[in-house]
DNA sequence: CGTGGCCTTGAAGAATCTCAAATAATGTGG
DNA sequence: CCACATTATTTGAGATTCTTCAAGGCCACG
């Protein structure tokens, strides 16, 4: 079993048909509850090309038919604006179209965690359900444009759905997955470990978005990197400069080259013991 | 905010409603499907004495009876038994209803990570919706009871209610916003400041099920704890004879009395910054 | 009463963090 | 278009935390 596969997307079988935990949404038309943002464009589901890899993947026409009736407001975020933050009311769970965004969880004392990085065609606010509130906050990290799926009518077309209710479920046990590799990750692996894993996901999300896998930039800082994998900005830049050392990879700031994939693969594998 | 209550079950609201992301779940005649065994016991979730804190928590009487209209079979399981294992088919979602249960995910290598322990009125397996397979295993610390839930029939029921849908939904979530405290955990906090999160934690879990929340037994090793908290069992038990000394627990082997609350909290509030 | 498992403790070593400084890239306002 | 402020990144060196290795004690069990 790869172990990259088990820090973020996790794809098992198929592939297609479990992207990740996130995914885009149909969108056509602006709809009452919409916050701030919201632009009335008209697009569905079924002809969005992230179809695919997005929340209508694996659904039948039928259900497909029945997103596309649903009213999605699309919204833009600037770099550095906030989606949505932490102890805020839950009503739409979000689907990125383009950009990349940060979720991130605050501690009282001001500390951040980042828990996760989102890239066109995944979901986030999914942890909004358990109390009504969202629990982590969502930052775009270059100008982006998402789907607001108002939460209500999903339950609602659930209601009827055996299939769409579960898509959703699916949904929200990916993203269990997923944050499990990052446990895994963040319990038992030293630093080249996570780094590694951490660049062998992008290449592969990168990939199954149809971009090069070996090579891509990168749009969180080190900071953020080192954050999410709970490591200092400083080990994270460390490490990268011993990848390169190791001719595993050519950096240049936010630019990353794969140059041995395999060798980057054993470097997570390749444990003391 | 306190810390404590991001590290496993994350309670805000009225308390009762959001013990965890796990549920007893009602329990009367076992059913086909359920494998070795299952034991013909007749409950039901309605006179469950965990109702309150397992799955039919948050339930009208009439979903409530639509619950207890289900063949749930229970399982016996003795310590150090798996009731299910990482890989295998998703078929149940677990109730705990006596005993207690680490889950763990396997790496490649042999390494394990523990990433939940789980009590009375928790819920487990909920990861094997994803793919259709477990991610993780599930292992009995001590002897144990469990109600196995159909995942299938909990779908059909769910067709029927919103509310049902909204239980469900809601306890998925609750299981990513209790993943995203540990990662928290695991991702910022010293080894003091996560001992002192674990043992609230489970004060907090002791406390919800009627247990003193200040002197209790722990049915896990060193060695998983460590795992759980990401760090050797060395450092767990260093961390222990730390607490004590600086008087803020008493420890003999795996029981535990929790002196100084106020103080152990600050433990893992006091940052170096 | 011997054996194995679990826990505690010490001492040395390794990994990572902290602090500090230099460099590069970017944007601002004149 | 340039000087300057700001931010991100890299790198070094010492401090710190945690791990590793090792030894001994305690307890349950056969």
Do not use: W
């Not at 605050?106 to 606010?125: N, T, Y």
């Not at 969202?134 to 009827?160: F, M, Q, R």
Request: aromatic share 6%.
């Amino acid at each position: 079993m790869n172990i990259a596969n088990r820090i973020a997307p996790v794809r098992v079988v198929p592939a297609r048909a479990q992207t990740q935990g996130a995914d885009c949404a149909p969108c056509h038309g602006s709809q009452a509850g919409i916050a701030s943002g919201a632009t009335p464009l008209k697009t569905q589901c079924s002809n969005c090309h992230l179809r695919d890899i997005c929340l209508p993947c694996g659904l039948d026409t039928l259900d497909l038919e029945r997103l596309d009736t649903m009213m999605f407001g699309r919204r833009k975020i600037k770099a550095g604006e906030e989606l949505f933050r932490g102890g805020e009311r839950f009503q739409f769970i979000y689907a990125v179209r383009t950009g990349t965004f940060k979720s991130s969880l605050m501690l009282a004392d001001g500390r951040e965690q980042v828990s996760g990085f989102h890239m066109a065609g995944e979901l986030m606010g999914l942890d909004g359900l358990a109390n009504g509130r969202h629990a982590s906050s969502a930052i775009a990290l270059e100008d982006a444009d998402v789907c607001a799926i108002p939460y209500v009518h999903l339950t609602e077309l659930a209601t009827g759905s055996a299939d769409m209710q579960m898509v959703m479920a699916r949904l929200m046990s990916r993203e269990i997955v997923r944050e499990h590799s990052l446990m895994m990750l963040l319990g038992s692996m030293n630093a080249e470990e996570r780094l590694a894993a951490f660049l062998i996901n992008l290449s592969q999300r990168m990939k199954a978005r149809g971009y090069s896998p070996s090579e891509f930039h990168l749009r969180m800082s080190r900071a953020e990197i080192g954050s999410y994998l709970g490591m200092k900005l400083e080990t994270v830049s460390r490490t990268f400069s011993a990848f390169q050392q190791q001719r595993l990879l050519e950096v240049d700031k936010r630019h990353i080259r794969i140059v041995d994939l395999e060798g980057l693969t054993r470097a997570f594998e390749a444990r003391a013991h």
